[in-house]
């Protein structure tokens, strides 16, 4: 069983940071591709960054370029998102999300796994 867990939420200051991990566990055997979601009060869930398992290629939607960067630690399994200059629209929770292959996707549907998910509160 696969398993993921994320860290490093909080409360934060508009134009502030916050560095999100995930750890991937469990029955890991295989490359992964992994990314980040996030879902708002009364919004859909959206896809924010994904990495293949190479690290190769990343993907970003439009409103976190240029602030936001996703990466992989040294061991593969852990997954970064650095989020800079943070806004009170970036205020969601923030979910991990991997998918056996070592391509990305920024389909929901495309991930089986998925983490519990950690807040994060943008300040104005």
């Given at each position: 069983q696969v398993q993921l867990a994320e860290s490093g939420g909080g409360l934060v200051?508009?134009?502030g940071s916050l560095r999100l991990s995930c750890a991937l566990s469990g029955r890991t055997f295989?490359?992964?591709g992994?990314?980040?979601f996030r879902q708002a009060p009364g919004r859909e869930r959206e896809f924010v960054?994904?990495?293949s398992w190479s690290s190769t290629s990343t993907t970003y939607v439009?409103?976190?370029k240029g602030r936001f960067t996703v990466s992989r630690g040294?061991?593969?399994e852990t997954v970064y998102l650095q989020m800079n200059s943070l806004k009170p629209e970036d205020t969601a929770v923030y979910y991990c999300v991997a998918r056996l292959g070592g391509?990305?996707?920024t389909g929901a549907s495309s991930y089986p796994y998925w983490g519990q998910g950690t807040q994060v509160t943008v300040s104005s």
């Open positions: 200051q508009a134009g295989g490359s992964y992994m990314g980040w960054a994904a990495i439009d409103s976190v040294n061991a593969k391509v990305s996707s």
